[in-house]
Structure formats: C-alpha cells, structure tokens
C-alpha cells in the first residue's frame, strides 16, 4: 500500500524535545514536496512547515520558526521535524503529506493539492 506513514509523536513536557518522522512506504519521497500540518483541538488544520525537492527550499508558519527544523533523507526515504523549545499551544495531531505538484509556491494548504496523507501522530505539550 503506498502511503506516508508519521512517527515519534508523544508527550512532552514545555520546553522539551520531540523529533517526527514522514517516511515513505511503497513509494520515493524523493519526487515529492513533503509539508507538516497540525490540528489542533477544536481547530483548523495549519501548516507547519514544508520541503522542497532537493531540501533547498523550505518555510515555516511564524509560531515556529526558529524552534522548528525540516530536513529530509532521501536515502532513508523520510522527512523529519525536530521540534524545541516546546510550547503547550504546539499539542495537535501532527500529519505530513507529500504532493508532486510544483505550481503553488510554499507551502500548499489545500488538502485536495497533495497526494498522500498520513494518519497523523498526536503530540501533546504538558506539565
């Protein structure tokens, strides 16, 4: 089954680290952009972050820059999301999902624009 598969969602208290994973099954991400979505409760979807092809472009949404970092392996086939400095405001269930659309810049927030979406993996920030 093809699919992108998260992982490495837990708990964490404020101020902590956790590190995602987006790894590809049954497909290359090396033709895909890859974005991170979260939701949170009682929220809408939002957009965390995304890579480019070759990892030389990438954004962040503004609650996360500088605490957030994108990086892909495409030897390993994944797509990772360190997160530091954790907030309580970061917990939401965390999705990637990967498009070989390239006519939207950034970071596509359509859900209809990408190809694969995981299940999500839930992330929550508390003491």
């Known amino acids: 089954q093809l699919q992108v598969v998260e992982s490495g969602g837990g708990l964490m208290e404020p101020g902590g680290s956790l590190n995602l994973t987006c790894t590809g099954s049954g497909f290359s991400l090396f033709f895909y952009r890859v974005t991170w979505f979260r939701q949170a409760p009682g929220k809408e979807r939002e957009v965390v972050s995304c890579?480019?092809?070759?990892?030389?472009?990438?954004n962040y949404a503004d609650s996360v820059k500088g605490r957030f970092t994108i990086s892909r392996d495409n030897a390993k086939n994944t797509v990772s999301l360190e997160m530091n400095s954790l907030k309580p405001e970061d917990t939401g269930v965390y999705y990637c999902a990967a498009t070989r659309s390239l006519s939207t810049p950034g970071c596509p927030d359509a859900q209809a624009e990408y190809k694969y979406w995981g299940q999500g993996t839930q992330v929550t920030v508390s003491s």
């Open positions: 890579i480019s092809l070759n990892g030389g472009g990438i």
